[in-house]
């Protein structure tokens, strides 16, 4: 597994796991059960009581999946008279006769950046006077379906489509092709979310608009260096991603500008045992550099179980800065991105797009920043540095 060189090594995948809070659960069964038409725009769900007693969790789960329901446009809520379904898709105040855009994005989970960014492009839209007509693509998607759903989409009138690509794995190309095809054919403007559709370089004909995940790279690879690690690993979840090459390309960037210092790749799960223990026998890191949250907080689990001090002996840092964090057993370090600048700057590229079709693509890259907590900092620091 272990190549030591700056420039590649072997890759070990391995599945992603790990089970979803009880909060995003409810809330995915809510949007489904109301997507399917269990629930028709303009219906009031069953009382706080009463979903407690069908999800058997606590009330504080429920009303937290109402809440981000709420705030994404799906449910209106009315103090002491309950919730009650929006048209799907639709904001609350768009007025009637509104131009319509629409969305498809995977199936969102609550705490992540991407249901931050549909948040925001729901009201981003609004204030330009569009419909946000969002439309969920479920993960087994096939082109053909992923086809259809660009013509349902069309069907209502749309004058253009973000996007958030499919990981390029499996189907994943196939998937975002067939997107891309039918949006080409019909002239309709596609503007993607977060990643191009084709890995780093090999850039694709549509509008980007994402994080500068080289820059946010960069700054992990930095900040590692700078706290004295000499062997560092970039730890990714094994799924091709275009962000995923940005990031590890930014790492590298930073660590190439110190000869004394050297970076390793490895990919698979975070909770395999074995994989993290091999790692640490063969390369011996003293920082690993997680390509997102998740998987750092795997690892960082695997390695406390192993007794591996964290950041004592291994300095720990992920990308995103999702809700837990910060609530990790040792808070993370990690990149901040910003899901109000890529809602609002994606709206705006859309809105130009649409104006004038016949311009060339851009990219925007939003600057992130690193958050420095005490997987690398430790834990004295960390509190005198936040005084």
């Not at 409810?26 to 407690?52: C, D, F, M, Q, W």
């Not at 057993?329 to 991105?337: E, H, I, K, N």
């Not at 420095?372 to 005084?387: Q, V």
Request: aromatic fraction near 6%; include cysteine; charge should be positive.
């Amino acid at each position: 597994m272990a190549d030591k060189s700056k420039t590649s090594g072997n890759t070990a995948r391995k599945s992603q796991g790990g089970a979803q809070p009880k909060y995003s659960t409810v809330y995915n069964a809510l949007l489904k059960a109301i997507r399917r038409g269990e629930y028709a725009p303009g219906s009031k769900l069953p009382t706080e009581t009463k979903l407690v007693e069908q999800f058997k969790v606590s009330r504080i789960t429920i009303i937290r999946a109402l809440r981000d329901l709420q705030s994404a446009g799906v449910l209106r809520r009315r103090r002491g008279s309950g919730s009650y379904v929006q048209a799907v898709g639709n904001t609350p105040s768009s007025p009637a006769g509104a131009e319509s855009v629409g969305a498809i994005f995977l199936p969102l989970e609550t705490g992540s950046i991407f249901f931050d960014v549909h948040r925001v492009l729901v009201r981003a839209a609004e204030s330009r006077g569009w419909r946000l007509i969002f439309h969920e693509m479920p993960l087994d998607s096939t082109p053909p379906h992923a086809a259809r759903l660009v013509e349902d989409v069309i069907a209502s009138g749309t004058k253009g489509i973000f996007y958030l690509p499919v990981p390029l794995l499996n189907l994943g190309h196939e998937v975002n092709d067939a997107i891309a095809a039918q949006c080409l054919a019909r002239k309709l403007p596609l503007v993607l979310l977060d990643r191009d559709i084709h890995l780093l370089h090999d850039r694709s004909m549509f509008d980007v608009v994402g994080s500068d995940n080289e820059l946010g790279g960069f700054l992990v690879g930095k900040h590692l260096v700078g706290l004295g690690c000499r062997r560092i690993v970039f730890f990714s979840d094994g799924r091709p991603h275009p962000t995923t090459e940005a990031r590890e390309e930014g790492l590298r960037n930073a660590v190439n500008l110190s000869a004394k210092v050297t970076c390793e790749r490895c990919s698979g799960d975070g909770d395999d045992a074995d994989l993290i223990e091999r790692l640490i026998y063969e390369f011996k890191p003293d920082g690993i550099a997680c390509v997102n949250d998740m998987t750092a907080a795997k690892v960082m689990r695997t390695l406390l179980r192993a007794g591996v001090r964290v950041p004592q002996q291994i300095k720990l840092t992920g990308f995103d800065d999702t809700a837990t964090a910060a609530l990790l057993t040792v808070p993370l370090t990690t990149v901040r991105q910003s899901a109000e600048a890529m809602g609002v700057q994606a709206v705006s590229i859309m809105s130009q797009r649409i104006v004038s079709p016949h311009l060339p693509a851009v990219t925007v890259s939003i600057a992130c920043s690193l958050v420095e907590r005490e997987s690398t900092l430790g834990r004295e620091y960390a509190r005198a540095k936040h005084l």
